[in-house]
């Protein structure tokens, strides 16, 4: 008999804006429902919308894909509702994708804690919430939010999701205690039949470069910017992604304002995951200085995509050099970051197309393992 996992996920497909914790989901659902029935709670709304997805059926359990999802307005997620949505399903484990959210991950666990629901297995995953870069941002409020958790034991006796050790180091700095938590890998699709494909040239002297994220501080894309400043040659910077932080994208403006003539920096606004790909096959390399990743999905899709990355050593993602598919390099070195840009505007196309390919090769190797999904699965033993 199939197991039972609600998942309170807070953002779903057709959502764009949520970021990778929404494939994170989607790839669970795609490589375990067949094990597992998968039943969602999310937003009847994309990230920041004021307005519901059209032509969604609301406050009910639709069939999305493999998995049933219940699409609800966020706003009207009072208690009541939410310990009602969790008693429609006869769920085995309840899987938590956030610690911070209140309505997705507070609140389930406080009508766990005061037996409004029933109390079955809990998983939470994080998904790098505890990274030094992210628990730096709004400090002093995740600082009293953890303490107050801890003075109610509201995260005794469940499970954690950690998706690399550094993670597994991250939370046990927060909440010492390394018994009750679990690695698993975050899952990708299977590109086990995919062919390389990329056919854009490398001229030297000049390079396209691109971000795709959510634009927020986490993410880093000021720094990216602020690195390209000293470097040398014909330099196309191209900026994908939501705004999530308004005041920090108008400093990101500023300092674009400020940049030498020979480097083009233009946003090109939100982006359908079904293109990302293609956007990594019409760039040269990825830069992501980002303050923390508990994975990094658009890391792995710029792999598979033929596009060499140069990200922080916030992630997963390392000694990347030693196989020749990018550069992880510590946030406080920005020198080694600019080195490693000028050396890539100078890289002929030759140099380029066999990073460009061992990228791909990489990409290709480190998705959908059979033991991160057998490790995966375990989770919800």
């Given at each position: 008999?199939?197991?039972?996992?609600?998942?309170?996920?807070?953002?779903?497909?057709?959502s764009?804006k949520?970021?990778?914790?929404?494939?994170?989901?989607k790839?669970?659902?795609?490589?375990?429902s067949?094990?597992?029935?998968?039943?969602?709670v999310?937003?009847?709304?994309?990230f920041?919308?004021?307005?519901?997805?059209?032509?969604?059926?609301t406050?009910?359990?639709?069939?999305?894909?493999k998995?049933?999802?219940?699409y609800?307005?966020?706003?009207?997620?009072?208690?009541?509702?939410?310990?009602?949505?969790?008693?429609?399903?006869?769920?085995d484990?309840?899987?938590?994708n956030?610690?911070?959210?209140?309505k997705?991950?507070?609140?389930?666990?406080m009508?766990?804690?005061?037996?409004?629901?029933q109390?079955?297995?809990?998983?939470?995953?994080p998904?790098g919430?505890?990274?030094?870069?992210?628990?730096?941002?709004?400090?002093?409020?995740?600082?009293?939010?953890?303490?107050?958790?801890k003075?109610?034991?509201l995260?005794?006796?469940?499970?954690?999701?950690?998706?690399?050790?550094?993670?597994?180091?991250d939370?046990?700095k927060?909440?010492?205690?390394?018994?009750?938590?679990?690695?698993?890998?975050?899952?990708?699709?299977?590109?086990e039949?995919?062919?390389?494909?990329?056919?854009?040239?490398?001229?030297?002297?000049?390079?396209?470069i691109v971000?795709?994220?959510?634009?927020?501080?986490?993410?880093?894309l000021?720094?990216?910017i602020?690195?390209?400043e000293?470097?040398?040659?014909k330099?196309?910077?191209?900026v994908?992604?939501?705004?999530?932080?308004?005041?920090?994208?108008?400093?990101?403006k500023?300092?674009?304002?400020?940049?030498?003539?020979n480097?083009?920096?233009?946003?090109?606004?939100?982006?359908?995951h079904?293109?990302?790909?293609?956007i990594?096959?019409?760039?040269?390399?990825?830069?992501?200085?980002?303050?923390?990743?508990?994975?990094?999905?658009?890391?792995s899709?710029?792999?598979?995509?033929?596009?060499?990355?140069?990200?922080s050593?916030?992630?997963?993602?390392?000694?990347?050099?030693?196989?020749?598919?990018?550069?992880?390099?510590?946030?406080?070195?920005?020198?080694?970051?600019?080195?490693?840009?000028?050396?890539?505007?100078?890289?002929?196309?030759?140099?380029?197309?066999?990073m460009s390919?061992?990228?791909?090769?990489?990409?290709?190797?480190?998705?959908?393992?059979?033991?991160?999904?057998?490790?995966t699965?375990?989770?919800?033993?």
């Amino acid at each position: 008999m199939k197991k039972k996992v609600l998942v309170m996920a807070g953002y779903y497909l057709p959502s764009i804006k949520g970021g990778g914790p929404i494939q994170s989901i989607k790839n669970l659902v795609e490589n375990l429902s067949d094990r597992i029935d998968f039943y969602i709670v999310a937003a009847d709304r994309d990230f920041g919308d004021t307005k519901p997805f059209l032509g969604i059926k609301t406050d009910n359990w639709v069939q999305v894909g493999k998995a049933k999802v219940y699409y609800t307005n966020p706003s009207n997620l009072t208690w009541r509702k939410t310990a009602a949505i969790i008693k429609s399903v006869n769920y085995d484990v309840l899987y938590l994708n956030s610690f911070f959210s209140y309505k997705y991950s507070a609140l389930p666990m406080m009508l766990s804690k005061f037996k409004i629901i029933q109390r079955k297995p809990i998983v939470i995953a994080p998904r790098g919430q505890f990274s030094i870069g992210a628990l730096g941002l709004k400090k002093t409020k995740k600082k009293l939010y953890i303490k107050l958790t801890k003075l109610l034991g509201l995260y005794n006796n469940i499970k954690w999701q950690a998706t690399a050790e550094s993670e597994k180091e991250d939370i046990i700095k927060v909440f010492d205690n390394s018994e009750n938590i679990f690695v698993a890998n975050n899952l990708t699709v299977s590109y086990e039949k995919l062919t390389y494909e990329k056919i854009l040239s490398k001229t030297k002297g000049e390079i396209k470069i691109v971000f795709i994220s959510r634009i927020h501080p986490k993410k880093n894309l000021k720094m990216a910017i602020q690195l390209l400043e000293d470097i040398q040659g014909k330099i196309e910077f191209n900026v994908f992604g939501p705004i999530e932080d308004k005041g920090y994208w108008d400093e990101c403006k500023q300092v674009i304002k400020k940049l030498p003539k020979n480097i083009t920096v233009s946003y090109k606004g939100v982006v359908d995951h079904d293109n990302v790909m293609t956007i990594f096959k019409e760039h040269h390399v990825f830069l992501f200085p980002t303050l923390g990743e508990n994975f990094g999905h658009v890391i792995s899709e710029a792999l598979i995509g033929g596009c060499p990355v140069i990200i922080s050593d916030q992630s997963p993602w390392r000694q990347l050099e030693k196989r020749q598919v990018g550069w992880d390099i510590s946030l406080e070195n920005e020198k080694a970051f600019i080195d490693v840009l000028q050396y890539c505007v100078n890289c002929d196309n030759k140099d380029y197309q066999i990073m460009s390919k061992n990228a791909f090769e990489f990409g290709k190797e480190m998705s959908n393992r059979k033991e991160d999904i057998e490790k995966t699965y375990k989770l919800f033993d």
